[in-house]
């Protein structure tokens, strides 16, 4: 029998805006950093309660941990942790000072000879971590870690010791990749967004690109999914689009892809928008918990990616 009255008028879920609908999944599901990056982000909400909310995962030794980064769980610093701590930081424009500082204290005492930083700290063994994540006793450098974190602190002026032999490790792994995939090319590209060469980011940008498209690590035709290679170890549905690589319009990678491919990758990404108001995670999911976390992580940098390419979200 249909609906008469008052509720045949009322929308259902999918008919009110994307905001609107990633608010109420984020009031109901996120941790309370993410909720307090909600409202910085979307609803003029103050920095200061972002950075109350992130000093919860910051240890003693100016790393952080506690799980912040969900898939690595435990009190522990982390280069993984503290590179997202890192980019939070950035995203309220409170990168510097002596926050940072302590920050790159961290990063010194964690490094690898080489001066750059591992994935995961061997101080992670006993405490839990998702399978697809090696914790070893002498982990080598990863650009994966080290990209992101020196193309922050470049891009927010900060100079510190730390950052001269870890920005020429970045210079050195990106002009030398060969074969690679989209988790690591995604590290090379902040790293190159914010390097200061720009003569010298620009070119390897230039053949990162090249590789991108040689290798199909980016899905240029979002309705022929099946076309595209998954990496190898990533879960079966792990692809990734332009728009994880070209973030913002202003980001090099953005060059890699045409109008027609950039719009299409936009438009899944809108359409990924679940029932519940959130969007979903692509990367293997081993624990309830650590998915529950993330979604509000994904959800947020979705938004904040369609608002960057000018996409109503309401």
């Not at 839990?128 to 650009?143: C, K, M, T, Y």
């Not at 953005?254 to 108001?277: C, N, V």
Request: net charge negative; hydrophobic share 40%.
């Amino acid at each position: 029998m249909p609906e008469t009255g008052a509720s045949a008028l009322r929308p259902t879920p999918s008919a009110h805006p994307p905001l609107f609908r990633a608010e109420q999944f984020v009031w109901l599901t996120a941790r309370v950093l993410e909720q307090r990056l909600f409202a910085y982000h979307f609803l003029n909400g103050a920095a200061d309660p972002v950075e109350t909310a992130l000093d919860a995962y910051r240890n003693e030794d100016g790393g952080y941990g506690h799980a912040l980064e969900p898939d690595l769980r435990g009190p522990v610093s982390q280069p993984l942790h503290t590179g997202h701590a890192l980019h939070i930081l950035d995203a309220v424009e409170r990168c510097g000072g002596q926050r940072v500082d302590r920050v790159c204290r961290y990063l010194t005492s964690v490094s690898t000879p080489e001066g750059a930083l591992p994935t995961i700290h061997p101080s992670q063994r006993g405490y839990p971590v998702a399978p697809f994540i090696p914790v070893v006793d002498d982990p080598p450098s990863a650009l994966l870690a080290t990209g992101p974190v020196v193309g922050l602190l470049h891009r927010n002026d900060v100079w510190h010791a730390w950052l001269f032999r870890a920005t020429d490790f970045c210079w050195q792994a990106v002009e030398s990749l060969e074969k690679s995939h989209p988790y690591e090319i995604e590290a090379a590209v902040a790293f190159l967004d914010s390097a200061p060469d720009r003569t010298r980011a620009e070119a390897a940008a230039d053949r990162l690109g090249r590789l991108v498209r040689a290798q199909r690590l980016a899905v240029l035709e979002p309705e022929s999914l099946t076309e595209y290679p998954v990496s190898p170890g990533y879960a079966p549905a792990e692809h990734h689009f332009p728009h994880d690589y070209a973030r913002t319009p202003r980001s090099l990678a953005r060059a890699w892809f045409t109008d027609d491919e950039m719009s299409r990758s936009l438009d899944h990404l809108a359409d990924a928008q679940q029932e519940d108001g959130g969007w979903p995670v692509r990367w293997r999911q081993w624990a309830p918990g650590t998915a529950l976390e993330a979604r509000p992580m994904v959800t947020i940098e979705a938004l904040r990616t369609l608002r960057a390419y000018g996409r109503h979200i309401g």
